[in-house]
């Protein structure tokens, strides 16, 4: 059973940056998962923001490209959202997944997904 944790949340403010990251705690993943950020704010459904698959194949929300970057380390096997030019409505929380079949478009169907970190942007 795989488990992922995610880290680097916080509070900033509008136009600031912060680096999220993803790793797993148990269990095993690699680059040839398909990988993926997604995040939930109150009240509203959850969204994807990136996914990264195992051939390098990116798709980005169209509310987040040219500002998040997401990208994985193949040594560490960990997953990173670099996220610049926060805005407001970036607030949420924010959770990595985790799938060992290809990525597609908004694939929302991952077996492994993090607890979360809170991103809030303030004005």
């Known amino acids: 059973q795989v488990q992922l944790v995610e880290s680097g949340g916080g509070s900033v403010q509008a136009g600031g940056s912060l680096r999220l990251s993803c790793a797993a705690s148990s269990g095993y993943i690699d680059s040839t998962y398909c990988m993926g950020w997604f995040r939930q704010a109150p009240g509203k459904e959850r969204e994807g923001v990136a996914t990264?698959?195992?051939?390098?194949?990116?798709r980005y929300a169209d509310s987040v490209k040219g500002r998040f970057t997401i990208s994985r380390d193949n040594d560490k096997n960990t997953l990173t959202l670099q996220m610049f030019s926060l805005k407001p409505e970036d607030t949420a929380m924010y959770s990595c997944?985790?799938?060992?079949?290809?990525?597609?478009?908004?694939?929302?169907?991952?077996?492994?997904w993090g607890q979360g970190t809170q991103v809030t942007v303030s004005k």
């Open positions: 990264l698959d195992s051939d390098g194949m990116i």
């Open positions: 997944a985790a799938d060992w079949h290809r990525c597609y478009v908004d694939k929302r169907d991952f077996p492994y």
